[in-house]
């Protein structure tokens, strides 16, 4: 969404609630996505934190890619080597050069003392090595160490202003070193900057450091100035692209899913995190997954849902509870989130080196499509995740137990959108076991456990697509959104920072609820116009438009659309346009809740991008494009 952007523009929608939606609803005859950096898959590699937090040091890091090429892991693609935080010593006075902590990463101290502290040999080496490497930073004044972290001998050293080490007032100075001289192709930028640091915490008071006021509530996105974070943010994309003019690198984005990045990460950087911080729990795995499982529409190749690193190897997903570890890389694998390792690989069992080497999970999380696993069933118990290819022809699909009883599971050929009645080849990517589902097939599941099988067989949509298959293909440019919501079906578990049952208990946060869904309305309800269900299409709210990629492969589009039966029933009327490359091709009249679903069939015969709007006085209703899809 652009319309936080100024507050001239915000005051002028005040006086005129039309007047913004139809200027933002004008075709754009072009794909628009973000599409800088090279993160075409999600990122593959090992980050320090989970293993270390900030008792990192060169050995350590050197341990894990050494390990990372023994195992034959960087051939699968984990090539990332990503320092997190703790490297820096403090920020240099004279100039604000950033000056690294050369006790625990010695090749950074150069041979002439008076010479800058380098990470250049460093760099140099995991790139010999066939690696890439990642360096992390805050997008404040102070990194989260210094809030969070105090016991640790790694912390910035000096006055408040050496002790500045974040990004804000050196984002171009920064961002030089770190890719142009010193060689990284990958950065993390955290939020605690922007967040714990004001004036009147006591923390600021007792260590000296320069306060922020805080641009971030994350208990309150009311409280939080969306457009601020994300003009910080945008300002270090801006200047990353600068300094890497081949676009080799990665931008990740670490807000831990507030300031509404859900409508505006996949615009500015190549990852952005759903949720708070990962902990080795099963129920803190459930929170991350929840905030980015339903988000299909927002990811795609390039952009990409983070629910944080991965925690295998660590408490309930260690080498005793690898039902467990297998089902927390199944889900990430399946939802195309990055795979960051976070484990000492140096002293890594085999039983976990075969988790994160599964190659066909791998391939999975890595196909070219980059379409994100879409949530064909869904209970507190059971859910059920499938993933089209880019092939096309082959499915992945996990079933997944969420919960501690074992549980009986049908899985069907509509789940699937492959043929009924006609054989399909499950195979089963723990175990290589293969079955065959006609119509439907059974399956038992152990507490927690999550069964992955790649489908191969016959489409149900044999001529084309179902747009709800190519979330990937898939730019929603503006989702309708006039108030942001925290998303009440993101998992809440006892806090995980100490365990504590005070106060009221977690709160919902993520600011998703509503946003553009995959065979779901935006909150959550089956697709149905006037009473007709709809097993598949893209619900999403008035006064939206999504760019489809069709890339003249396709000569129809068709839709069944109309006012959700779980929209507003006030009689307020919803105009569907489609346009290809720009040009109009199709529009029904103003339809209203009651209405039959009315069809769109449009020519589309070389278009490039298909553009699809609802239009409506009306902020927020639900409207359905019911059975969207491609032809050839």
Not at 239 to 261: E, L, M, Q, R
Not at 566 to 587: A, P
């Amino acid at each position: 969404m652009k319309r936080f952007i100024i507050a001239a523009a915000a005051a002028a929608l005040l006086m005129a609630p039309g007047a913004w939606a139809q200027d933002s609803l004008k075709p754009a005859g072009k794909w628009t996505a973000h599409q800088a950096g090279n993160a075409a898959t999600p990122p593959m590699g090992w980050n320090s934190w989970n293993a270390f937090r900030t008792e990192v040091d060169e050995a350590k890091v050197m341990g894990a890619a050494q390990k990372l090429v023994d195992t034959g892991l960087a051939k699968l693609g984990y090539r990332y080597v990503n320092i997190d935080d703790g490297w820096w010593l403090k920020r240099r006075k004279s100039d604000g050069r950033m000056v690294i902590r050369t006790q625990i990463f010695p090749s950074a101290q150069p041979k002439n003392k008076k010479a800058d502290t380098t990470f250049r040999p460093f760099t140099d080496k995991l790139h010999s090595m066939g690696l890439k490497a990642g360096i992390y930073s805050d997008a404040g004044y102070n990194a989260c160490s210094q809030a969070y972290d105090l016991h640790s001998p790694n912390l910035p050293e000096g006055d408040t202003a050496e002790r500045s080490v974040g990004l804000y007032g050196h984002v171009d100075q920064d961002i030089a070193l770190y890719f142009k001289e010193w060689g990284f192709d990958y950065i993390k930028v955290d939020a605690c900057g922007l967040n714990v640091y004001g004036p009147d915490r006591e923390i600021v008071a007792k260590y000296q450091y320069q306060p922020f006021p805080p641009l971030i509530d994350s208990q309150s996105i009311g409280r939080t100035d969306v457009a601020k974070v994300k003009a910080i943010y945008s300002d270090i994309g801006a200047a990353i692209a600068k300094h890497n003019p081949d676009g080799d690198y990665v931008f990740s984005i670490c807000n831990w899913g507030t300031s509404d990045v859900r409508s505006w990460g996949n615009e500015v950087g190549n990852l952005w995190r759903t949720s708070g911080d990962i902990t080795p729990t099963w129920s803190r795995m459930l929170h991350t997954f929840d905030s980015a499982s339903t988000r299909a529409l927002y990811a795609r190749p390039g952009a990409w849902n983070d629910p944080d690193m991965l925690f295998v190897g660590h408490g309930d997903f260690d080498a005793n509870h690898l039902t467990e570890a297998k089902s927390h890389f199944s889900l990430w694998a399946m939802i195309n989130a990055p795979l960051l390792i976070g484990y000492d690989l140096r002293d890594a069992p085999q039983s976990l080196i075969d988790i994160w080497g599964n190659a066909g999970l791998v391939r999975v999380n890595q196909d070219s499509g980059g379409n994100q696993a879409v949530l064909v069933h869904d209970t507190d118990d059971v859910q059920i995740f499938v993933k089209t290819l880019s092939d096309s022809n082959t499915k992945a699909v996990a079933i997944f137990n969420r919960g501690v009883a074992d549980a009986e599971v049908t899985l069907t050929a509509e789940h699937l959108k492959l043929a009924d009645g006609q054989d399909i080849k499950l195979t089963n990517l723990w175990t290589g076991e293969m079955t065959i589902l006609s119509t439907e097939a059974p399956f038992k599941l152990k507490a927690r456990e999550t069964l992955v099988f790649e489908a191969a067989g016959p489409r149900a949509l044999a001529n084309g697509m179902y747009l709800s298959e190519i979330p990937g293909r898939i730019h929603v440019a503006e989702d309708g959104i006039v108030v942001r919501k925290p998303d009440p079906t993101v998992h809440q578990m006892i806090s995980p920072w100490g365990g504590s049952t005070r106060g009221p208990g977690e709160r919902p946060s993520y600011a998703g609820w509503g946003g553009a869904q995959a065979d779901s309305t935006p909150y959550g309800q089956v697709l149905q116009i006037s009473g007709q269900k709809f097993g598949s299409g893209i619900g999403v709210l008035s006064n939206s438009r999504m760019e489809v990629k069709a890339g003249k492969a396709f000569t129809r589009f068709e839709a069944s659309v109309g006012v959700d039966d779980s929209g507003r029933t006030d009689g307020q009327g919803v105009k569907f346009i489609v346009y290809g490359d720009g040009r109009k091709l199709g529009e029904t009249g103003e339809l209203v809740y009651g209405t039959a679903a009315v069809a769109l069939s449009v020519d589309i015969t070389g278009v490039e991008v298909v553009e699809l709007v609802a239009k409506s006085a009306t902020e927020e209703q639900v409207v359905t494009w019911g059975d969207a899809k491609l032809l050839k």
